[in-house]
């Protein structure tokens, strides 16, 4: 039996085989089409489902019992945490109505966190999880601080516990949530079975995502097709998909395993009797319709009726300028104190360059930034002098390592990196801690696309004016989603993904995970 096809790149907020078959959105500019041809095999067997005992509510109430309890343990512990921290520091003494004001914050998290969908949340982008959980957090101690103030009386010790206590839970809440759902996610019991309706590139693009990515909740079963034929079974059979049959079976194989979401993906079907799939689907709990062929803003947009008919509300975030500016000011900020507070390092790095190999220690390039605006960013100079001649000169000799220039504009053994402490730079990242002057002039920002070189610019294609609507980042998507084991094709699919979804929730994400990224040295040569 051929086995699931493995991507190498990690699973994070964005499925790149989903975002492969689609189509890139670009406000005010013309759409890339590009397709992607899939392998056929020519032999295969319908995959025999085996019954699910358990019933659609069981399979609700054990998905969302475990992120339940580890909601209550973060808030017990946040707010435990905020009180001996400021009873030992001296600033207040034990309160007697701790207990009584958990019990209070626990009850209006749960009904605020219900509200924000994040029980079961099944499914849920690990952005918008991270959003809930702060704005649910928030919520249920401001709804303490003025049921104190209405039903009784609010005291400088019980305000001072809820601050601090908030802010803990923002940091602690999601990083308990995130925890639980990788612990369940290699059991048996944990998540809601998924069916997967459409065997096209989307469809399948799909399925492999929820399958890498138990932790999200969703376990698809397998594909069922729009029409029996012998050609969707071979080609799903090669990748290792499940084939469960034709749309026909979908109400026997809901009742039979219990499955309670539908993900329609029509994408890559010619013809397709979508009245005939919803009259199958009609009966799953939650049924999931992929409408589009184009890679449309996923995160913060809605559905909305129009004149009678379902219509795609599409939120622009960066027409929020509150917002932006919110986002400059960071930028400052944690630039300007991360200058300071690396110096004596960075002066280190400058003292090995230079013995190791001598030349100037810092290394400017012009790439293209906002508006299409060209900068200088700076690096630390990790590469020998005459860079460019050697490369020339491998690439000349080298099949191989032309073929992987022209693929992912990076080599994965490159002959130019100064050994030793370019390397060590390089594979850590901190070959870019020079950017940080960049971001404090305004030239970048900490999270954003990841700047282009102008010679690049063409293999943007369409999308280069998505890519200038913003300021390019010392970090970005592209970097916490396999970095250099993407091809450059998958890295501006990443940038596009980003500027359309934008919001500073996105920007956090980013940022936690760039630590994680760096400490492992994920995707790093």
Same mark, same amino acid.
């Given at each position: 039996?051929? #086995?699931?096809?493995?991507?190498?790149?990690?699973?994070?907020?964005?499925?790149? &085989?989903?975002?492969?078959?689609?189509?890139?959105?670009?406000?005010?500019?013309?759409?890339?089409? #590009?397709?992607? =041809?899939?392998? =056929?095999?020519?032999?295969?067997?319908?995959?025999?489902?085996?019954?699910?005992?358990?019933?659609?509510?069981?399979?609700?109430?054990?998905?969302?019992?475990?992120?339940?309890?580890?909601?209550?343990? +973060?808030?017990?512990?946040?707010?435990?945490?905020?009180?001996?921290?400021?009873?030992?520091?001296?600033?207040?003494?034990?309160?007697?109505?701790?207990?009584?004001?958990?019990?209070?914050?626990?009850?209006? /998290?749960? +009904?605020?966190?219900?509200?924000?969908?994040?029980?079961?949340?099944?499914?849920?982008?690990?952005?918008?999880?991270?959003?809930?959980?702060?704005?649910?957090?928030?919520?249920?101690?401001?709804?303490?601080?003025? +049921?104190?103030?209405?039903?009784?009386?609010?005291?400088?010790?019980?305000?001072?516990?809820?601050?601090?206590?908030?802010?803990?839970?923002?940091?602690?809440?999601? *990083?308990?949530?995130?925890? !639980?759902?990788?612990?369940?996610? =290699?059991?048996?019991?944990?998540?809601?079975?998924?069916?997967?309706?459409?065997?096209?590139?989307?469809?399948? @693009?799909?399925? $492999?995502?929820?399958?890498?990515?138990? #932790?999200?909740?969703?376990?698809?079963?397998?594909?069922?097709?729009?029409?029996?034929?012998?050609?969707?079974?071979?080609?799903?059979?090669?990748?290792?998909?499940?084939?469960?049959?034709?749309?026909? $079976? *979908?109400?026997?194989?809901?009742?039979?395993?219990?499955?309670?979401?539908?993900?329609?993906?029509?994408?890559?079907?010619?013809?397709?009797?979508?009245?005939?799939?919803?009259?199958?689907?009609?009966?799953?709990?939650?049924?999931?319709?992929?409408?589009?062929?184009? #890679?449309?803003?996923?995160?913060?947009?809605?559905?909305?009726?129009?004149?009678?008919?379902?219509?795609?509300?599409?939120? &622009?975030?960066?027409?929020?300028?509150?917002?932006?500016?919110?986002?400059?000011?960071?930028?400052?900020? *944690?630039?300007?104190?991360?200058? =300071?507070?690396?110096?004596?390092?960075?002066?280190?790095?400058?003292?090995?360059?230079?013995? $190791?190999?001598?030349?100037?220690?810092?290394?400017?390039?012009?790439?293209?930034?906002?508006?299409?605006?060209?900068?200088? @960013?700076?690096?630390?100079?990790?590469?020998?002098?005459?860079?460019?001649?050697?490369?020339?000169?491998?690439?000349?000799?080298?099949? &191989?390592?032309?073929?992987?220039?022209?693929? /992912?504009?990076?080599?994965?053994?490159?002959?130019?990196?100064?050994?030793?402490?370019?390397?060590?730079?390089?594979?850590?990242? *901190?070959?870019?801690?020079?950017?940080?002057?960049?971001?404090?002039?305004?030239?970048?920002?900490?999270?954003?696309?990841?700047?282009?070189?102008?010679?690049?610019?063409?293999?943007?294609?369409?999308?280069?004016?998505?890519?200038?609507?913003?300021?390019?980042?010392?970090?970005?998507?592209?970097?916490?989603?396999?970095?250099?084991?993407?091809?450059?094709?998958?890295?501006?699919?990443? &940038?596009?993904? /980003?500027? !359309?979804?934008?919001?500073?929730?996105?920007?956090?994400?980013?940022?936690?995970?760039?630590?994680?990224?760096?400490?492992?040295?994920?995707?790093?040569?």
């Amino acid at each position: 039996m051929p #086995q699931l096809d493995t991507n190498p790149l990690p699973v994070g907020v964005v499925c790149t &085989d989903t975002i492969e078959q689609l189509d890139p959105f670009v406000p005010s500019a013309a759409v890339t089409d #590009q397709r992607r =041809t899939e392998r =056929t095999g020519n032999s295969s067997k319908r995959r025999r489902i085996t019954r699910n005992k358990a019933t659609g509510t069981v399979q609700v109430l054990l998905t969302l019992t475990p992120l339940f309890i580890a909601d209550i343990a +973060a808030l017990t512990f946040s707010i435990l945490a905020a009180t001996f921290s400021l009873v030992l520091l001296g600033f207040i003494g034990l309160h007697p109505g701790l207990l009584l004001n958990s019990i209070c914050v626990m009850t209006f /998290y749960v +009904a605020c966190a219900t509200i924000y969908g994040l029980y079961p949340g099944t499914g849920m982008s690990p952005v918008l999880e991270l959003r809930q959980c702060v704005l649910a957090s928030m919520a249920a101690f401001a709804f303490a601080i003025v +049921a104190n103030l209405v039903l009784a009386t609010l005291s400088i010790t019980e305000l001072a516990i809820f601050l601090m206590a908030s802010v803990l839970a923002s940091l602690i809440v999601p *990083l308990a949530r995130l925890t !639980t759902r990788r612990l369940c996610s =290699t059991t048996s019991w944990w998540g809601e079975n998924a069916i997967i309706i459409g065997s096209g590139p989307q469809g399948r @693009a799909i399925y $492999r995502y929820y399958a890498r990515a138990p #932790q999200r909740g969703l376990r698809p079963l397998g594909v069922v097709d729009f029409a029996k034929t012998a050609s969707s079974q071979d080609s799903l059979e090669l990748t290792g998909i499940p084939y469960l049959g034709s749309v026909q $079976r *979908l109400e026997r194989l809901r009742r039979k395993t219990q499955a309670r979401w539908s993900i329609v993906a029509p994408g890559g079907c010619q013809t397709i009797d979508m009245n005939e799939v919803l009259s199958h689907a009609g009966n799953f709990s939650n049924v999931l319709i992929l409408p589009s062929q184009m #890679q449309l803003p996923s995160l913060w947009s809605g559905s909305r009726e129009c004149a009678g008919a379902m219509g795609i509300h599409l939120k &622009d975030h960066l027409h929020n300028h509150p917002a932006r500016a919110i986002k400059r000011f960071v930028d400052i900020c *944690l630039s300007g104190s991360a200058l =300071t507070i690396l110096s004596p390092f960075i002066l280190v790095f400058v003292f090995l360059l230079k013995f $190791r190999d001598p030349g100037p220690a810092f290394y400017g390039q012009t790439r293209v930034g906002k508006d299409g605006k060209h900068f200088k @960013a700076w690096k630390f100079r990790t590469m020998v002098i005459n860079a460019d001649q050697v490369l020339e000169d491998y690439l000349e000799n080298d099949p &191989d390592m032309r073929q992987e220039w022209i693929e /992912y504009q990076k080599l994965q053994n490159d002959p130019r990196v100064i050994s030793g402490i370019g390397s060590f730079l390089r594979k850590s990242s *901190l070959d870019e801690l020079p950017q940080l002057w960049n971001v404090l002039k305004g030239d970048m920002s900490l999270v954003g696309p990841r700047p282009c070189m102008t010679s690049q610019t063409s293999l943007y294609g369409s999308v280069l004016p998505l890519y200038q609507r913003v300021r390019p980042g010392i970090t970005g998507l592209w970097q916490v989603s396999g970095r250099n084991k993407t091809t450059y094709d998958q890295r501006v699919r990443f &940038d596009s993904y /980003y500027v !359309t979804n934008w919001s500073p929730w996105l920007d956090i994400y980013i940022l936690i995970h760039t630590i994680k990224t760096i400490l492992f040295r994920e995707g790093a040569y």
